[in-house]
């Protein structure tokens, strides 16, 4: 018996009319696929009412660390609503206290505040701010930002400024500025461990010759590994970013909202790189599923009037966070996200032994992957291919994230059993044969 049991799914009238007419009533944006209406979710796998179920390579979105519905967390919100306790705003409760206890055991030592949120973007903009005001203090020039060329912190106002994608930007009038993005080092650019911090001083000294001074600016902002491709900082780039960083009291500010709570085989992926943070803005995977946010950060930073929302650690919410984080602890998921990664790993560098034209890069830790899909006469990643081997997935019972630029990322709950990741992997291997075969 296998995990995925997929039948039919183009001709399931039912579901296809119930798809089509959400399409109709929300943003194109919001529907991530034409077959798929979950009805629920169980650890990895995901069901819809007809009898079908899919392997989970996507978390839902990197959300569903412990797995989907796990007992400890459903049992944890079952306990706030049987007490009657749904809404707190900034009221305190004796969870919030627990949870932010929790969180800072993770974080470094000077590290002794978290403002809590309900989605990622939110943390970016706190953060945003924040590292201004803190920038100020210093001298009252200093509110430069730096983010990375196609990085993304989300899709409000601040959040898509310090993002690198100027296609999501066309429509401001107006950009910030004192944002400025610095190219991304990595093998598209020819960047790796041993140029790593060669290619950071010639970026600085690249916008230090546009008249921007380091000592203008107040924080970086960093994906530990860029959304769209999964590929990482080296660890080399950072080192020489952190270093150029305490010369300029610059803040070093990286955004787990992704990354975070044992994605990438460490409990945040900003560890990988041997260097501090600031800031720590982390979601998703928190809770695992209620919408949770949080920055944490040293007092001196964090604490200011303006950063809460109405619903700032909202208390089922936070009940779901405690559950995740005991679970997360208890089932050793960071340590099982490094052994089934292993395994994940050496199976897509088979798969690229296998294509070494069409597949152009893999890039993976922990659960974590992205494959890169090309063709043999250009650079350019091939969106097509990506999104045909994602389709044949889907209808195989393997869910995949497909990021539109020309990868396939891989983001499996870290509690999945390890035949259903062989299982998926069986699946991608297939479709990746059948499409390949036919777009030669
Ligand atoms: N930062 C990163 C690195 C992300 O991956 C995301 C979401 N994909 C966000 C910020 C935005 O989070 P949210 O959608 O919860 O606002």
């Given at each position: 018996?296998?995990?995925?049991?997929?039948?039919?799914?183009?001709?399931?009238?039912?579901?296809?009319?119930?798809?089509?007419?959400?399409?109709?009533?929300?943003?194109?944006?919001?529907?991530?696929?034409?077959?798929?209406?979950?009805?629920?979710?169980?650890?990895?796998?995901?069901?819809?009412?007809?009898?079908?179920?899919?392997?989970?390579?996507?978390?839902?979105?990197?959300?569903?660390?412990?797995?989907?519905?796990?007992?400890?967390?459903?049992?944890?919100?079952?306990?706030?609503?049987?007490?009657?306790?749904?809404?707190?705003?900034?009221?305190?409760?004796?969870?919030?206290?627990?949870?932010?206890?929790?969180?800072?055991?993770?974080?470094?030592?000077?590290?002794?505040?978290?403002?809590?949120?309900?989605?990622?973007?939110?943390?970016?903009e706190c953060a945003l701010k924040l590292s201004r005001i803190h920038g100020q203090k210093i001298n009252p020039h200093k509110v430069g930002?730096?983010?990375?060329?196609?990085?993304?912190?989300?899709?409000?106002?601040?959040?898509?400024?310090?993002?690198?994608?100027?296609?999501?930007?066309?429509?401001?009038?107006?950009?910030?500025?004192?944002i400025y993005h610095l190219p991304y080092p990595d093998y598209r650019r020819g960047i790796d461990e041993t140029n790593g911090a060669s290619?950071?001083?010639?970026?600085?000294?690249?916008?230090?010759?546009?008249?921007?001074?380091?000592?203008?600016?107040?924080?970086?902002?960093?994906?530990?590994?860029?959304?769209?491709?999964?590929?990482?900082?080296?660890?080399?780039?950072?080192?020489?970013?952190?270093?150029?960083?305490?010369?300029?009291?610059?803040?070093?500010?990286?955004?787990?909202?992704?990354?975070?709570?044992?994605?990438?085989?460490?409990?945040?992926?900003?560890?990988?790189?041997?260097?501090?943070?600031?800031?720590?803005?982390?979601?998703?995977?928190?809770?695992?599923?209620?919408?949770?946010?949080?920055?944490?950060?040293?007092?001196?930073?964090?604490?200011?009037?303006?950063?809460?929302?109405?619903?700032?650690?909202?208390?089922?919410?936070?009940?779901?966070?405690?559950?995740?984080?005991?679970?997360?602890?208890?089932?050793?998921?960071?340590?099982?996200?490094?052994?089934?990664?292993?395994?994940?790993?050496?199976?897509?560098?088979?798969?690229?032994?296998?294509?070494?034209?069409?597949i152009k890069f893999i890039s993976s830790r922990g659960l974590l992957a992205g494959i890169h899909f090309g063709n043999k006469e250009s650079?350019?990643?091939?969106?097509?291919?990506?999104?045909?081997?994602?389709?044949?997935?889907?209808?195989?019972?393997?869910?995949?994230?497909?990021?539109?630029?020309?990868?396939?990322?891989?983001?499996?709950?870290?509690?999945?059993?390890?035949?259903?990741?062989?299982?998926?992997?069986?699946?991608?291997?297939?479709?990746?044969?059948?499409?390949?075969?036919?777009?030669?």
């Open positions: 018996m296998t995990y995925a049991q997929v039948s039919n799914l183009e001709e399931n009238q039912e579901a296809v009319r119930i798809i089509q007419r959400l399409k109709t009533l929300e943003p194109e944006a919001t529907c991530e696929d034409d077959f798929v209406l979950w009805d629920r979710a169980k650890d990895f796998l995901v069901f819809d009412r007809f009898g079908n179920q899919w392997i989970d390579f996507t978390s839902g979105i990197f959300v569903a660390n412990t797995g989907h519905s796990h007992p400890r967390v459903k049992t944890a919100i079952q306990a706030r609503l049987d007490r009657g306790h749904l809404f707190n705003y900034l009221y305190a409760t004796e969870d919030k206290l627990r949870f932010i206890e929790l969180l800072l055991e993770l974080t470094p030592q000077k590290f002794n505040q978290v403002v809590l949120y309900a989605t990622g973007s939110e943390t970016n930002i730096i983010g990375f060329e196609d990085a993304f912190h989300g899709k409000t106002l601040g959040s898509l400024m310090i993002g690198g994608k100027p296609k999501d930007k066309v429509w401001m009038p107006w950009h910030d500025p004192a290619f950071f001083k010639e970026s600085i000294a690249a916008l230090e010759a546009k008249g921007v001074k380091s000592e203008s600016i107040a924080a970086v902002f960093m994906e530990p590994y860029q959304g769209w491709s999964a590929c990482f900082f080296p660890k080399s780039y950072v080192q020489a970013l952190a270093s150029w960083a305490k010369r300029n009291q610059v803040l070093v500010i990286f955004d787990e909202v992704q990354s975070g709570f044992g994605r990438t085989g460490m409990w945040f992926a900003y560890e990988h790189f041997g260097v501090e943070a600031d800031l720590v803005c982390c979601g998703k995977g928190i809770s695992s599923s209620l919408p949770l946010s949080a920055v944490l950060g040293p007092r001196e930073i964090l604490n200011h009037a303006g950063v809460t929302s109405t619903h700032t650690g909202n208390v089922l919410s936070v009940a779901a966070g405690i559950g995740n984080l005991e679970v997360l602890h208890d089932e050793k998921l960071v340590e099982r996200s490094n052994r089934l990664g292993a395994i994940l790993l050496e199976r897509l560098e088979k798969l690229q032994r296998k294509y070494p034209e069409r650079n350019d990643l091939d969106v097509k291919t990506c999104s045909e081997i994602v389709r044949r997935c889907i209808a195989s019972g393997l869910l995949l994230i497909k990021t539109n630029i020309g990868t396939i990322k891989i983001g499996p709950p870290l509690t999945i059993a390890q035949d259903a990741l062989e299982e998926g992997l069986d699946i991608l291997e297939e479709a990746v044969d059948v499409v390949l075969a036919r777009s030669k």
